[in-house]
């Protein structure tokens, strides 16, 4: 298949939330620039052309094994069709087509109205193949096993300034990379007056030229939380829940916020380090059940 390779800083190792359970060794020495970075406007990511075209494209691994991926895009209107996404594997002619359907969903944020949000689940995938969908495409991981070479890309804290641009640019620019582990701390829209929600929808057009290309392993940070009782929300990580999904169920887990894959050659668990926050409270439990399931291997 024709894979876009995206690459960057590869650290296998405990980062953040993240913890990754393999032997590994740094690819990549870059470092982001510490000095403050002015922040990209709304005007810098508009909407895709063309009539209810979706939009903040992002992939992200759909079951335990690697066999599953979810696929996941939004559009402003909710029209017949526009929660179905088409794919085949990238080296036939496309006669091997099939159809996933979406669950669809919306949700509202202070004064905002977010679009519709679409999330399809594609499974029983072939391992070690390329597939497309009408725009985009992707490599399945190879089959799980102890010595199978992978490489991850690891980014945390990325925001929306021009030095989070630089690091996602240099990433991309680099075709070792295979997935990317991301440790929390995504749009930080809540650095915003009212946690503007429009910085969400710019966030995900900012990242889909990755994102929709290589699964994005996803896990929460504090940034997430969007949590403001002076605006009436008070349901911690909104935003973030209804659009980035992710397989927790798949490894037994109650919450989004901390579940475990297998990829190739690693064994990650994703446990927010947030669990213990005053507004998360009750995952205590979960954590420990999921660490224990790494335990017994």
């Known amino acids: 298949m024709t894979f876009n390779h995206l690459a960057l800083v590869c ?3 405990t980062l953040l939330s993240i913890l990754v359970v393999s032997q590994a060794r740094v690819t990549s020495t870059h470092v982001r620039v510490s000095e403050p970075s002015k922040k ?5 990511f508009p ?3 063309g009539y209810n075209a979706p939009e903040q494209v992002h992939i992200t691994q759909g079951d335990h094994n690697g066999r599953g991926m979810i696929i996941s895009w939004v559009t402003s209107l909710n029209k ?5 996404v088409t794919y085949w594997i990238a080296s036939s002619d496309g006669s091997d087509n099939k159809s996933a359907i979406a ?3 919306s949700y509202r944020y202070f004064d905002y109205t977010s679009g519709y949000l679409h999330h ?3 499974k029983e995938l072939e391992l070690g193949t390329g597939r497309s969908t009408r725009q985009f495409n992707f490599m399945t991981p190879p089959k799980v096993g102890p010595d199978v070479p992978y490489t991850f890309g690891v980014i945390g804290d990325l925001g929306q300034t021009y030095a989070s641009n630089q690091t996602l640019y240099n990433y991309m620019s680099n075709p070792k990379g295979q997935a990317v582990l ?3 701390d995504l749009s930080y829209a809540e650095d915003h007056p009212n946690h503007d929600q429009s910085k969400w929808d710019s966030y995900g057009r900012f990242v889909e030229p990755s994102a929709a290309y290589q699964p994005w392993i996803w896990a929460a940070g504090n940034h997430e939380i969007d949590y403001a009782q002076n605006i009436g929300e008070t349901q911690p990580f909104k935003p973030y829940k209804n659009r980035y999904h992710v397989p927790y169920r798949a490894s037994q887990s109650t919450s989004p916020l901390w579940y475990s894959i ?5 064994y990650i668990i994703i446990l927010s380090s947030l669990c213990t926050h005053r507004k998360t409270r009750g995952s205590k439990m979960s954590s420990r059940k999921l660490t224990d399931q790494r335990l017994r291997g």
């Open 80 to 84: 017949d069709g526009s929660n179905v």
């Open 47 to 49: 909407p895709p052309a």
């Open 40 to 44: 990209m406007s709304l005007e810098t």
């Open 11 to 13: 650290f296998a190792i």
């Open 103 to 105: 669950t669809t969903s």
């Open 120 to 122: 399809a689940i594609i």
């Open 182 to 184: 991301f440790a929390g």
């Open 262 to 266: 297998k990829r190739a050659s690693a």
